[in-house]
């Protein structure tokens, strides 16, 4: 995306960044996020949904996206998928899966080069 | 702040460098390998207007540059290029090349000691990222703070320390006088403690 472009979702307009991440993170709930999933053609199921809810409450709790190795971790102690690892993670999201769950829940993109 | 990584002089600079620092690259160049430098936090602010870098200077090193501190520094346009003779890196690639490539026969792998106040907000969180960064290549991290550095661990900010010990990235050490104690964040440590972490660590980096 090289443009600033706005979605519509459930009537209400949201302004997006150039990126596509939501440039008011109030305008973000669940709706928000898939819509922005399928104009990237993703189909959201419980495993992205639960790598977009981690970071939401990873960011709330610490100010940043978590490192990988402490989603892999939580991801075997929370999910069914017990051998998760980044390969995991690059399957639900190929293009960098911490930066798109960042973008699909609402959050600023992330900086950190890390 | 230096280090080496075999025969080649690896320089890590977090502050604009002075007269002294480029003169200490062209020496190094000119005795041996092409010095590495990497330009992290505050430091990122000279690749715009690289104050007293000469032509010579400017083939004396590979100069690169932190690219999350880049974007930082550029919010309104975060994919504008670094300009040469500088290049984009990060500070995972970095580590690992300032890392050693097996295990190490140390008490201590990576010991970053954080003994100044933060800044300002930016500073704050660069001054956290190399040590996340450093976790994030599963190394074994201990972080020493201690006098002016322990405002880090206090005031706004100070929660995205807590993913060091909520998530075992590394060990936070407060260093503190023996009369005194710590009841904050990390755990307290005395200076003669702090002396032999610092003795006995495989590398030592100040932030």
Same mark, same amino acid.
């Given at each position: 995306? $090289?443009?600033?472009?706005?979605?519509?979702?459930?009537?209400?307009?949201?302004?997006?960044?150039?990126?596509?991440?939501?440039?008011?993170?109030?305008?973000? $709930?669940?709706?928000?996020?898939?819509?922005?999933?399928?104009?990237? *053609?993703?189909?959201?199921?419980? $495993?992205?949904?639960?790598?977009?809810?981690?970071?939401?409450?990873?960011?709330?709790?610490? @100010?940043?996206?978590?490192?990988?190795? /402490?989603?892999?971790?939580?991801?075997?102690?929370?999910?069914?998928?017990?051998?998760?690892?980044?390969?995991?993670?690059?399957?639900?999201?190929?293009?960098?899966?911490?930066?798109?769950?960042?973008?699909?829940?609402?959050?600023?993109?992330?900086?950190?080069?890390? | 702040?230096?280090?080496?990584?075999?025969?080649?002089?690896?320089?890590?600079?977090? &502050?604009?460098?002075?007269?002294?620092?480029?003169?200490? /690259?062209?020496?190094?160049?000119?005795? @041996?390998?092409?010095?590495?430098?990497?330009?992290? @936090?505050?430091?990122?602010?000279?690749?715009?207007?690289?104050?007293?870098?000469?032509?010579?200077?400017?083939?004396?090193?590979?100069?690169?540059?932190?690219? *999350?501190?880049?974007?930082?520094?550029?919010?309104?346009?975060?994919?504008?290029?670094?300009?040469?003779?500088?290049?984009?890196?990060?500070?995972?690639?970095?580590?690992?090349?300032?890392?050693?490539? *097996?295990?190490?026969?140390?008490?201590?792998?990576?010991?970053?000691?954080?003994?100044?106040?933060?800044?300002? *907000?930016?500073?704050?969180?660069?001054?956290?990222?190399?040590?996340?960064?450093?976790?994030?290549?599963? &190394?074994?991290?201990?972080?020493?703070?201690?006098?002016?550095?322990?405002?880090?661990?206090?005031?706004?900010?100070?929660?995205?320390?807590?993913?060091?010990?909520?998530?075992?990235?590394?060990?936070?050490?407060? /260093?503190?006088?023996?009369?005194?104690?710590?009841?904050?964040?990390?755990?307290?440590?005395?200076?003669?403690?702090?002396?032999?972490?610092?003795?006995?660590?495989?590398?030592?980096?100040?932030?």
């Amino acid at each position: 995306m $090289n443009d600033a472009a706005e979605m519509t979702v459930d009537g209400r307009r949201i302004a997006l960044d150039s990126d596509g991440y939501l440039v008011d993170a109030s305008d973000w $709930n669940e709706a928000v996020g898939r819509a922005l999933a399928e104009s990237s *053609g993703t189909t959201l199921d419980e $495993n992205h949904w639960w790598l977009i809810r981690f970071i939401r409450d990873h960011h709330q709790r610490y @100010g940043m996206p978590p490192l990988m190795r /402490v989603v892999i971790r939580a991801m075997r102690e929370q999910t069914g998928e017990h051998d998760a690892s980044s390969r995991t993670l690059y399957r639900l999201f190929p293009d960098g899966p911490i930066r798109e769950a960042c973008r699909l829940g609402g959050l600023p993109r992330p900086e950190s080069c890390i | 702040m230096i280090g080496g990584q075999g025969s080649t002089l690896a320089l890590w600079w977090r &502050r604009s460098p002075g007269e002294d620092d480029l003169a200490a /690259v062209e020496a190094a160049a000119s005795s @041996g390998p092409r010095p590495a430098v990497f330009l992290q @936090g505050e430091a990122v602010d000279w690749v715009a207007d690289p104050v007293g870098l000469t032509a010579a200077g400017r083939a004396s090193a590979d100069w690169q540059v932190c690219i *999350g501190s880049w974007r930082r520094r550029h919010p309104d346009c975060p994919d504008e290029p670094v300009p040469p003779p500088f290049r984009a890196s990060t500070l995972t690639r970095w580590l690992d090349h300032i890392c050693p490539a *097996g295990p190490v026969d140390a008490s201590t792998e990576l010991l970053f000691d954080v003994g100044r106040a933060p800044r300002d *907000g930016r500073d704050r969180i660069e001054t956290l990222e190399p040590i996340l960064a450093a976790a994030s290549l599963d &190394r074994d991290v201990t972080v020493l703070v201690h006098g002016d550095g322990r405002a880090h661990l206090d005031g706004p900010g100070a929660e995205a320390w807590d993913q060091l010990t909520d998530f075992d990235l590394a060990e936070l050490c407060v /260093v503190h006088a023996p009369s005194a104690g710590w009841s904050g964040r990390g755990t307290g440590v005395e200076p003669e403690t702090a002396a032999r972490l610092r003795r006995e660590a495989f590398r030592l980096v100040t932030l």
